[in-house]
Protein backbone atom coordinates (compact mmCIF):
# COMPACT_ATOMS: atom_id res chain seq x y z
CA UNK A 1 0.00 0.00 0.00
CA UNK A 2 1.27 3.23 -0.74
CA UNK A 3 1.24 6.74 1.23
CA UNK A 4 -1.00 9.21 0.86
CA UNK A 5 0.31 11.52 -1.60
CA UNK A 6 2.01 14.95 -0.85
CA UNK A 7 3.61 16.76 -2.41
CA UNK A 8 7.68 16.04 -2.56
CA UNK A 9 10.16 19.56 -1.78
CA UNK A 10 10.47 20.92 -4.87
CA UNK A 11 7.75 19.12 -7.17
CA UNK A 12 6.07 22.75 -8.01
CA UNK A 13 9.34 23.73 -8.66
CA UNK A 14 10.14 20.94 -11.24
CA UNK A 15 7.02 21.25 -13.08
CA UNK A 16 6.57 24.52 -13.67
CA UNK A 17 10.18 25.24 -15.32
CA UNK A 18 9.83 21.85 -17.24
CA UNK A 19 6.08 23.63 -18.70
CA UNK A 20 8.66 26.77 -19.08
CA UNK A 21 10.70 24.41 -21.19
CA UNK A 22 7.86 23.56 -23.76
CA UNK A 23 6.61 25.62 -26.11
CA UNK A 24 3.47 27.55 -25.04
CA UNK A 25 0.14 26.58 -26.51
CA UNK A 26 -1.37 27.34 -30.03
CA UNK A 27 -4.51 28.63 -29.41
CA UNK A 28 -7.44 28.28 -32.37
CA UNK A 29 -11.13 30.13 -32.13
CA UNK A 30 -14.25 28.82 -33.49
CA UNK A 31 -17.24 30.54 -33.81
CA UNK A 32 -18.91 27.97 -31.99
CA UNK A 33 -18.65 24.81 -30.09
CA UNK A 34 -19.72 22.41 -32.53
CA UNK A 35 -16.45 23.48 -35.17
CA UNK A 36 -14.22 24.02 -32.22
CA UNK A 37 -14.72 20.01 -31.38
CA UNK A 38 -14.93 19.29 -35.47
CA UNK A 39 -11.18 21.27 -35.53
CA UNK A 40 -9.98 19.44 -32.27
CA UNK A 41 -10.79 16.07 -33.44
CA UNK A 42 -8.83 16.40 -36.91
CA UNK A 43 -5.75 17.23 -34.55
CA UNK A 44 -6.39 14.25 -32.73
CA UNK A 45 -7.28 11.73 -35.86
CA UNK A 46 -4.02 13.33 -37.57
CA UNK A 47 -1.78 12.34 -34.72
CA UNK A 48 -3.49 8.83 -34.56
CA UNK A 49 -2.84 8.24 -38.26
CA UNK A 50 1.03 9.44 -37.72
CA UNK A 51 1.29 7.05 -34.53
CA UNK A 52 -0.33 4.15 -36.37
CA UNK A 53 1.94 4.64 -39.71
CA UNK A 54 5.10 5.55 -38.03
CA UNK A 55 4.95 3.11 -34.73
CA UNK A 56 2.26 0.68 -35.59
CA UNK A 57 0.21 1.56 -32.49
CA UNK A 58 -1.49 4.78 -31.60
CA UNK A 59 -2.35 5.91 -27.74
CA UNK A 60 -4.68 8.78 -26.98
CA UNK A 61 -5.77 9.66 -23.67
CA UNK A 62 -9.44 11.18 -23.34
CA UNK A 63 -11.05 13.35 -21.08
CA UNK A 64 -14.42 13.87 -19.35
CA UNK A 65 -17.22 16.38 -18.86
CA UNK A 66 -18.43 18.91 -21.78
CA UNK A 67 -15.36 18.73 -24.22
CA UNK A 68 -14.87 14.68 -23.53
CA UNK A 69 -18.42 14.51 -24.63
CA UNK A 70 -18.27 17.02 -27.81
CA UNK A 71 -14.77 14.49 -29.03
CA UNK A 72 -16.87 11.24 -28.49
CA UNK A 73 -19.40 12.73 -31.00
CA UNK A 74 -16.85 14.05 -33.59
CA UNK A 75 -13.75 12.07 -33.56
CA UNK A 76 -15.78 8.87 -35.17
CA UNK A 77 -16.20 10.87 -37.84
CA UNK A 78 -12.74 12.81 -38.20
CA UNK A 79 -11.23 9.12 -38.19
CA UNK A 80 -13.43 8.36 -41.61
CA UNK A 81 -12.32 11.51 -42.69
CA UNK A 82 -8.54 10.46 -41.95
CA UNK A 83 -9.64 8.01 -43.95
CA UNK A 84 -9.40 5.12 -41.41
CA UNK A 85 -11.49 1.83 -42.35
CA UNK A 86 -12.40 0.29 -39.15
CA UNK A 87 -10.13 -2.43 -39.40
CA UNK A 88 -6.82 -0.06 -39.08
CA UNK A 89 -7.76 0.98 -35.78
CA UNK A 90 -7.08 -2.14 -34.21
CA UNK A 91 -3.77 -0.50 -33.54
CA UNK A 92 -5.42 2.15 -31.28
CA UNK A 93 -5.56 2.36 -27.52
CA UNK A 94 -7.60 4.41 -25.78
CA UNK A 95 -6.58 5.98 -22.33
CA UNK A 96 -8.28 8.05 -20.18
CA UNK A 97 -6.62 11.36 -18.69
CA UNK A 98 -8.65 10.76 -15.53
CA UNK A 99 -11.13 8.72 -14.34
CA UNK A 100 -14.05 8.66 -11.58
CA UNK A 101 -13.69 5.61 -8.83
CA UNK A 102 -17.41 4.79 -9.29
CA UNK A 103 -19.30 1.70 -10.70
CA UNK A 104 -18.69 0.65 -14.50
CA UNK A 105 -21.65 1.84 -16.30
CA UNK A 106 -22.18 4.78 -13.67
CA UNK A 107 -22.96 7.89 -15.35
CA UNK A 108 -20.15 9.32 -14.12
CA UNK A 109 -17.55 7.54 -15.83
CA UNK A 110 -15.35 8.86 -18.36
CA UNK A 111 -14.63 5.89 -20.19
CA UNK A 112 -18.44 6.31 -21.27
CA UNK A 113 -17.19 8.28 -23.89
CA UNK A 114 -15.25 5.13 -25.49
CA UNK A 115 -18.12 4.14 -26.72
CA UNK A 116 -18.45 5.32 -30.37
CA UNK A 117 -14.80 4.64 -30.83
CA UNK A 118 -15.66 0.88 -29.76
CA UNK A 119 -18.40 1.19 -32.48
CA UNK A 120 -16.03 2.69 -35.27
CA UNK A 121 -13.41 -0.40 -34.80
CA UNK A 122 -11.42 -0.09 -31.41
CA UNK A 123 -11.13 -3.30 -29.74
CA UNK A 124 -12.64 -3.56 -26.58
CA UNK A 125 -9.54 -5.25 -25.09
CA UNK A 126 -7.47 -1.55 -26.38
CA UNK A 127 -9.68 0.62 -23.84
CA UNK A 128 -7.88 0.81 -21.12
CA UNK A 129 -10.55 1.03 -17.92
CA UNK A 130 -10.29 1.80 -14.24
CA UNK A 131 -11.61 -0.71 -12.12
CA UNK A 132 -14.62 0.38 -9.93
CA UNK A 133 -15.27 0.10 -6.53
CA UNK A 134 -17.32 -3.57 -8.00
CA UNK A 135 -13.65 -4.58 -8.39
CA UNK A 136 -11.35 -3.17 -6.55
CA UNK A 137 -11.04 -2.78 -2.89
CA UNK A 138 -10.22 0.69 -3.14
CA UNK A 139 -8.95 3.64 -5.85
CA UNK A 140 -5.31 3.65 -4.44
CA UNK A 141 -5.48 0.00 -5.88
CA UNK A 142 -7.61 0.46 -8.75
CA UNK A 143 -5.12 3.31 -9.67
CA UNK A 144 -1.76 1.44 -9.25
CA UNK A 145 -3.30 -1.44 -11.35
CA UNK A 146 -4.56 0.77 -14.21
CA UNK A 147 -0.91 2.26 -13.73
CA UNK A 148 1.07 -1.07 -14.20
CA UNK A 149 -1.51 -1.82 -17.27
CA UNK A 150 0.04 1.70 -18.81
CA UNK A 151 3.56 0.23 -18.16
CA UNK A 152 2.85 -2.69 -19.98
CA UNK A 153 0.73 -1.72 -22.82
CA UNK A 154 1.44 1.95 -22.69
CA UNK A 155 2.98 4.03 -25.30
CA UNK A 156 6.75 3.19 -25.97
CA UNK A 157 8.68 5.77 -23.19
CA UNK A 158 5.55 6.81 -22.01
CA UNK A 159 5.01 9.44 -25.23
CA UNK A 160 1.35 9.35 -25.78
CA UNK A 161 0.03 9.95 -29.11
CA UNK A 162 -2.45 12.88 -27.93
CA UNK A 163 -4.06 13.45 -24.69
CA UNK A 164 -7.22 15.51 -25.09
CA UNK A 165 -7.96 17.78 -22.17
CA UNK A 166 -10.87 19.33 -21.07
CA UNK A 167 -10.88 22.21 -18.10
CA UNK A 168 -12.46 23.30 -15.40
CA UNK A 169 -13.62 26.87 -14.69
CA UNK A 170 -11.66 26.47 -11.84
CA UNK A 171 -8.25 25.68 -14.00
CA UNK A 172 -8.48 21.95 -13.57
CA UNK A 173 -7.09 19.47 -15.74
CA UNK A 174 -7.59 15.51 -15.83
CA UNK A 175 -8.70 15.17 -11.70
CA UNK A 176 -5.44 17.56 -11.20
CA UNK A 177 -6.79 20.72 -8.99
CA UNK A 178 -5.72 23.92 -7.98
CA UNK A 179 -4.63 23.83 -4.50
CA UNK A 180 -4.50 19.92 -4.17
CA UNK A 181 -1.40 17.82 -3.40
CA UNK A 182 -1.79 15.32 -5.69
CA UNK A 183 -1.66 17.85 -8.30
CA UNK A 184 1.90 17.99 -7.64
CA UNK A 185 2.57 14.43 -7.69
CA UNK A 186 5.85 13.49 -9.72
CA UNK A 187 8.02 10.63 -10.44
CA UNK A 188 4.93 8.65 -11.77
CA UNK A 189 2.54 8.82 -14.37
CA UNK A 190 -0.83 7.96 -12.48
CA UNK A 191 -2.10 8.94 -9.01
CA UNK A 192 -5.34 8.51 -7.01
CA UNK A 193 -7.29 11.34 -5.48
CA UNK A 194 -9.39 9.95 -2.70
CA UNK A 195 -10.92 14.27 -1.58
CA UNK A 196 -11.48 15.50 -5.15
CA UNK A 197 -13.14 19.26 -4.44
CA UNK A 198 -15.65 18.19 -7.33
CA UNK A 199 -17.49 15.16 -7.15
CA UNK A 200 -17.40 12.12 -7.51
CA UNK A 201 -14.49 12.51 -4.98
CA UNK A 202 -12.17 9.29 -5.84
CA UNK A 203 -10.62 9.16 -8.95
CA UNK A 204 -7.40 8.42 -11.03
CA UNK A 205 -5.55 10.83 -12.88
CA UNK A 206 -2.62 11.35 -15.32
CA UNK A 207 0.16 13.63 -13.37
CA UNK A 208 2.05 16.14 -14.86
CA UNK A 209 5.27 14.52 -16.15
CA UNK A 210 3.17 12.43 -18.21
CA UNK A 211 1.16 14.99 -19.82
CA UNK A 212 4.43 16.72 -20.68
CA UNK A 213 5.75 13.65 -22.40
CA UNK A 214 2.92 13.72 -24.38
CA UNK A 215 3.55 14.19 -28.18
CA UNK A 216 0.26 16.45 -28.35
CA UNK A 217 -1.83 17.69 -25.73
CA UNK A 218 -5.43 19.05 -27.58
CA UNK A 219 -7.19 20.94 -24.92
CA UNK A 220 -10.89 21.54 -25.88
CA UNK A 221 -13.14 24.23 -23.68
CA UNK A 222 -16.55 25.79 -24.87
CA UNK A 223 -18.12 28.58 -22.81
CA UNK A 224 -18.34 32.21 -20.97
CA UNK A 225 -17.18 30.14 -17.20
CA UNK A 226 -13.64 29.12 -18.81
CA UNK A 227 -12.94 32.31 -19.92
CA UNK A 228 -10.89 33.29 -16.21
CA UNK A 229 -9.07 29.97 -16.46
CA UNK A 230 -8.01 30.11 -19.93
CA UNK A 231 -6.54 33.08 -19.48
CA UNK A 232 -4.62 31.76 -16.17
CA UNK A 233 -3.91 29.02 -18.45
CA UNK A 234 -1.77 31.48 -21.18
CA UNK A 235 0.09 32.64 -18.41
CA UNK A 236 3.46 32.11 -16.10
CA UNK A 237 3.30 27.99 -15.22
CA UNK A 238 1.90 27.81 -11.89
CA UNK A 239 1.18 24.26 -10.80
CA UNK A 240 -0.61 25.15 -7.66
CA UNK A 241 -3.05 27.93 -8.49
CA UNK A 242 -3.66 27.02 -12.19
CA UNK A 243 -3.26 23.42 -13.07
CA UNK A 244 -4.19 24.27 -16.78
CA UNK A 245 -1.00 26.77 -16.79
CA UNK A 246 0.99 23.34 -17.00
CA UNK A 247 -1.00 21.12 -19.03
CA UNK A 248 1.57 21.39 -21.96
CA UNK A 249 3.23 18.82 -23.65
CA UNK A 250 5.74 18.53 -26.74
CA UNK A 251 3.11 20.42 -28.92
CA UNK A 252 -0.24 22.02 -27.64
CA UNK A 253 -3.06 23.11 -29.17
CA UNK A 254 -6.23 24.56 -27.50
CA UNK A 255 -9.46 24.99 -29.21
CA UNK A 256 -11.84 26.94 -27.88
CA UNK A 257 -15.17 28.26 -28.61
CA UNK A 258 -15.78 32.21 -29.35
CA UNK A 259 -17.21 32.51 -25.58
CA UNK A 260 -13.92 31.11 -24.16
CA UNK A 261 -11.75 32.84 -25.99
CA UNK A 262 -9.81 34.86 -23.01
CA UNK A 263 -8.76 37.69 -25.09
CA UNK A 264 -9.78 41.35 -24.07
CA UNK A 265 -11.88 42.96 -26.30
O1 LIG B 1 -14.27 16.51 -13.56
C1 LIG B 1 -13.89 16.71 -14.68
O2 LIG B 1 -13.94 17.97 -15.21
C2 LIG B 1 -13.20 18.36 -16.37
C3 LIG B 1 -13.93 19.53 -17.03
O3 LIG B 1 -15.30 19.23 -17.20
P1 LIG B 1 -16.33 20.28 -17.85
O4 LIG B 1 -17.67 19.59 -17.77
O5 LIG B 1 -16.28 21.55 -17.05
O6 LIG B 1 -15.93 20.49 -19.27
C4 LIG B 1 -12.97 17.19 -17.29
O7 LIG B 1 -12.08 17.54 -18.31
C5 LIG B 1 -12.42 16.00 -16.49
O8 LIG B 1 -12.09 14.92 -17.31
C6 LIG B 1 -13.49 15.59 -15.55
O9 LIG B 1 -13.23 14.40 -14.83
Known sequence: ????????????????????????????????????????????????AEGLSARGAAHLALTGGSGGRAIAHALPTALA???????DLR?????????????????????????????????????????????????????EA???????????????????????????????????????TTGRDMAAVEDSPKPPPQRATLTFPALHRSRLVVLLAFGQDKRDAARAGLGSPDAALAPISCARGERTLWFLDDAADPRDR
Open 146 to 184: LERDLAVAGPVGGRFDAIHLGMGPDGHVCSLFPGHPVAL
Open 91 to 143: GLHIWFGDERFVPAGDAERNDLFAAPLAEAGVPEENIHRLAGPEAAADVRLAT
Open 1 to 48: MTEPTSARPGARHDIESRTAGLPAPMVDIAPTREEAAERASAAIAAAI
Open 81 to 87: EAGFPPQ
